[in-house]
């Protein structure tokens, strides 16, 4: 059953599009979270402890936001299901959340207010904004501005309601950014 | 590099050959000339060269996951895309010089690379949430590296992120992940188009059967083990009633794809009947020793798991598919073991059970000899 194998006619050639094709699929990765980074509106959302006992985790924080917690609504089954959040500025400049969360895209949304796409599951909405990775070791200083509730998230939003982490702000001041390239 | 010992045996084979005429002298050299020319013995080398890639790999995914700081992100992705680009420039070189083995070890190591890239943009981006997609997309560059480069250690690479991939979306939502069986269909396709490594089939073979028992787990919320005990005793019967159709119509020899799949489709049934007998979530079978984990009578279930098991013994043994006998001799010993823990407590049913049992069995193989000695004496006669 057992061809022979290994003999390539054009190894170059083949090495080249396997390489190419790689290197194309991280390039559109860089790409797309760029185009949210740099086309998107950013907004700022309070974070909030998520597990007082472990926030902690390897080599990434885990960020929770008011948002995360929905009503089970009586489409969310166990399977992933979108869900759709409308944010609008406060009077602190932070973002919250206006009314309920929605399966489908809202049909009106408020003046300055955008809207935030993300997967809920139980009563846990995710928006792909929740670990923020730290260089090792430097966990617990996060923790500890978490759990003094002194940190907020500076997110980016595209038209489509993707999310983007940019950066963290420690007191309303930014910190913890670095360039996206 | 030669299937194991088939050098060795050659050489022996030969030389009995030549002495009966079968063979020439010139005839002889020539063949062994062939085979050490085909089946390049390299000893350890390649086997050490792919070990090694394996621990460059985790060297670099643990370099990603560190997040030195004191060089700029973006230029961390430069050096990991350049080291794949390295990589596989390396793997064709060794292809152009003909040496398949060691261009296994840059391959290996080309697509670890893209793996620990995929992890650094995640990391470079903060994106959370989806570990799943991120191993889809890994999985995909390690097919594209299995089917264009002919690639052994791409392919076992692929088909262990498949298990990972419908591993993690099966923990995420607790449903049945349909979607594993188009890529688990692709995987096949590639291989069977491609290589024909025997390994790699088995290997994929062994990952629907993993996909399947734990559709039981996840079907009916957790109880959908008739499911999976009805696909593995299909497969099973299809494989041995129309196996040289199957055979056929795949266009390989005689047993080459039906006898493992009978295998694999013994091994599901009994995953299935065992889960249905003792795997209790709902608390049934504590209360009642007799009965089975899904509701039915455990007597009835263990009877007929016990006849599935000893006709594939049976089976095994008539068509020469020692797979097929060893699997139901082992099927056969975890079902006897939980039957005597679920039963323990009532000793004297227990033993009554097992005494009839036994005795049933000894009655089986006293038929069997029987059997077997009236078709030799048959064989002798005609």
Redo the contacts between chains.
Sequence with gaps: MSRMTGMLRRPWALVAVVAALQTAALGWMVFDRNRILSSGTEVVLPVIPVDPRSLFQGDYVRLGYTINQVQQSADARVTRTPVYVVLSKGADGTWGPVGEPSVQWPKAVPQGALVLAGTQQWSQATFGIETFFVPEGKGPELEKLIGDKKLSAAVRVDASGRAALAGLLVDGQPAYREPWY | VAPLGYRKRLEADLVRWAEAGHVSPQGQRAILADVAARYQNLGIAPVLAVLGAVLLCFGVMLFV?????DM???AR?GVL?AG??AA??T??WF??R?Q??F??AATLF?VGL?GA??ML?G????????PAAGVL?WL??AA??AG???S?AATVAAVALAGLWTTLELN????PHWWFLAVWAALFALQWLT????PG?HLTAMLLAYWLIALGYVLNGGQGHEVVAIIGLAVLGLSLLGGPAIDQGMG??DG?LSRPAAAYGLTVAFAGLFAMQFIDWSGFSYATPWMAANGMPLAFLAAFALAVLLASAWVGVQRNMPALTWLAYIGFSLEIVALYFRTLGTLLDTSLFFLVAGGLVCALAALAWWLHGRAAAEGAVT
């Design positions: 996951a560190s997040n030195w700081q700029p992100r973006i992705l895309v794949l680009w596989y420039a793997a064709g292809h152009a003909r398949p083995a261009a296994e080309g893209f890239a995929i943009v990391q470079l981006y903060n994106l959370s949430s989806d997309l995909g560059g594209l590296a264009l480069l002919r052994k995420q939502t607790n449903e290589l024909r490594w025997r089939l390989t020899h080459a």
